[in-house]
């Protein structure tokens, strides 16, 4: 079962903006890296933003000062504020959240990337 569920994505036009979530359930992500993906149909998956184990974010070039990645590490949800939307960020989006692995002296952090969600779609266009 997968355990992430992605929403928020729609129709807009350039310039107009939209809010990702994605729900995590079954696990934590705390202290572990949580990103957003994108594809268009034909082309790779890529990157678009990560949250990485040290807190530190990370953005594509395409996307930096328009795009803003968050985690609320309580419930578990990771969001993408995207801002200024240009067509060319037209995809179905994905998200992707390691999972945290307590044991007697730590933990450490699952990749999680083998379950991908359905994704949502954005479609930006005049």
């Known amino acids: 079962q997968v355990p992430q569920v992605e929403s928020g994505g729609g129709s807009v036009q350039p310039g107009g903006s939209l809010r990702l979530s994605c729900v995590v359930s079954?696990?934590?992500?705390?202290?572990?890296?949580v990103a957003w993906y994108r594809q268009v149909e034909g082309k790779e998956r890529e990157l678009v933003a990560s949250?990485?184990?040290?807190?530190?974010?990370t953005y594509i070039e395409a996307v930096k000062g328009r795009f803003t990645i968050s985690h609320d590490n309580d419930k578990n949800v990771v969001y993408l504020q995207m801002n200024s939307l240009e067509t060319d960020d037209t995809a179905v989006y994905y998200c992707?959240?390691?999972?945290?692995?307590?044991?007697?002296?730590?933990?450490?952090?699952?990749?999680?990337?083998?379950?991908w969600g359905q994704g949502t779609p954005v479609t930006v266009s005049p």
């Open positions: 992707a959240a390691e999972r945290r692995m307590e044991y007697s002296g730590g933990y450490y952090c699952l990749t999680m990337k083998h379950l």
């Open positions: 079954g696990y934590s992500s705390k202290n572990c890296e």
């Open positions: 949250i990485g184990r040290d807190g530190i974010r």
